[in-house]
């Protein structure tokens, strides 16, 4: 049965339609599958073969979880009460800490992307309750072999795919969709999906929450390839909207939204943008 929740924000933002016959490339894309029930957190790599790229301590949830603390359970846990967007499990990750500490997860894909093909990207995100504030950003990032760097900062790479700037993914109740499509050079084999901009640069919009860190919780991750030729809203630089196809929205420095998607409802409008920082708070439950 498909539980998806399909929001009016998001689908303005994000709605996609992939072509008919289209593969998904992730493996265990729902978090669904477990080498062993998560008990804790840290323990992505028990949803295989989801791992952390870096030294960061990303977490599976899933609803065979115990309760207590500290608790990755779905849909109840320590960071909050969700359902999953899918099925009964889902990845988590923090997206800002001191010192730039952040964490990711990455999966394989099933086969290498092909060079000069478009690929759909598109996954579920929802803020956790306990996050004193939530970001704009978050992005999936593709390359050829596994990302293994040997510190938990920020990855400081140009992800291919990412949501908007000054749009904030501040909803703990629902889902959004972040997704967008981009033209692959060939070989990429790997996602990686997080926040990719360090805590200078990373625009965060404050909520009242005595708990000093922003996490996220993610599911239904897609990649699929698509029909690069269908008119798609594209915004631009300047904050404007138009629709072209994708390599013509690439062209002009745009992002483009994806196949079915349309300049109705102001999809590249800005929001008010603020800075802040916060404490590392999970990492004394390790």
Not at 150 to 172: I, M
Request: glycine share 12%; hydrophobic share 35%.
């Amino acid at each position: 049965m498909d539980r998806r929740i399909f929001l009016p924000f998001a689908c303005a933002f994000f709605a996609f339609a992939g072509p008919a016959g289209a593969v998904n490339l992730v493996p265990n894309p729902g978090f669904e599958n477990y080498v062993s029930c998560p008990t804790g957190f840290s323990q992505l790599y028990q949803a295989a073969p989801w791992t952390d790229p870096n030294t960061g301590t990303s977490d599976a949830y899933n609803a065979c979880s115990p309760g207590g603390f500290p608790s990755v359970n779905v849909p109840a846990n320590t960071f909050g009460y969700q359902a999953a967007h899918g099925g009964v499990g889902y990845g988590g990750f923090l997206v800002r800490n001191f010192n730039d500490y952040h964490e990711y997860v990455q999966a394989p894909l099933a086969s290498p992307l092909s060079a000069a093909t478009t690929y759909l990207v598109e996954f579920w995100v929802s803020l956790a309750d306990t996050s004193n504030g939530a970001v704009d950003r978050l992005g999936a990032y593709f390359q050829a072999g596994p990302l293994s760097v040997g510190t938990n900062t920020t990855l400081l790479l140009v992800p291919q795919v990412e949501s908007p700037v000054n749009t904030y993914l501040n909803d703990t109740v629902n889902w959004i969709k972040v997704s967008g499509t981009f033209v692959a050079a060939g070989g990429e084999d790997h996602i990686v999906i997080g926040n990719f901009h360090d805590d200078a640069t990373t625009n965060v919009q404050p909520l009242p929450s005595a708990y000093p860190g922003i996490n996220y919780y993610v599911d239904d991750v897609l990649v699929e390839a698509v029909d690069p030729g269908v008119d798609q809203a594209c915004c631009l630089s300047d904050g404007s909207c138009t629709l072209t196809t994708p390599g013509e929205c690439q062209a002009l420095g745009g992002t483009p939204l994806g196949a079915g998607t349309t300049c109705a409802g102001d999809p590249c409008g800005p929001v008010p943008t603020r800075n802040t920082s916060w404490g590392a708070v999970k990492g004394t439950y390790r």
